[in-house]
């Protein structure tokens, strides 16, 4: 029986998905203390999802989500949101923390470093 339950278990989930974790967490945390996150999207565009040592980053205002055909309509005020930034060949860690940290809320957009 102890096999079979061993046998079951599902594998050790990748870094990707423990710093995936780590955000989903904070922000659980920041919206219970009533601080506001900045990240409010994120697209993920990397062909080669487990991948997080070196992606490349970019983060622009969540306005420019409305054009997109079945996006929710962001009709806030957003003063300071950056236009368009981006980050290249970084941790998958440090562009989650680099869009965090931007003014504003943003869309984070993440891509194949090198590709």
Do not use: C
């Amino acid at each position: 029986m102890r096999d079979a339950a061993k046998a079951e278990k599902p594998r050790r989930e990748p870094k990707l998905r423990f710093a995936l974790v780590q955000f989903v967490l904070r922000v659980a945390i920041e919206r219970a203390s009533g601080v506001p996150t900045v990240i409010w999207n994120i697209i993920d565009s990397r062909k080669r999802p487990y991948r997080w040592r070196q992606v490349n980053a970019v983060i622009e205002n969540i306005e420019h989500d409305n054009s997109v055909e079945g996006a929710d309509i962001f009709d806030e005020q957003n003063p300071g949101a950056p236009l368009y930034e981006e980050k290249n060949g970084v941790l998958l860690h440090e562009a989650i923390e680099w869009a965090e940290s931007a003014p504003g809320k943003v869309t984070l957009y993440l891509y194949d470093d090198g590709i």
